[in-house]
């Protein structure tokens, strides 16, 4: 039962750890439950190839990036106002 606290404090220390992305790398930054599947696709059997399991992230990152630029695109084209709160993960 302790491994459980322990594993979650060492996946938030991981995400608090990570540097700040650049903006024109086009992907948001990992989040503890990214790290989470990335370790588990490491140590775990899976039937997906290894190239996959290495391109997957990079692909959902990317996807999560654009999909909230076209949502700040469709707000401002609908007439919103734009404010300073921003999604962040």
Do not use: C
């Amino acid at each position: 039962m302790l491994a459980d606290p322990l594993a979650h404090a060492f996946l938030t220390a991981t995400v608090a750890d990570q540097p700040g992305m650049p903006a024109d790398t086009g992907m948001v930054p990992l989040t503890r439950n990214e790290i989470t599947h990335l370790l588990a696709a490491l140590t775990l059997s899976s039937p997906h190839p290894p190239e996959h399991r290495r391109a997957w992230p990079t692909w959902r990152r990317r996807h999560q990036f654009r999909a909230k630029q076209g949502h700040y695109r469709r707000r401002e084209a609908a007439g919103h106002e734009r404010h300073d709160l921003r999604l962040e993960y």
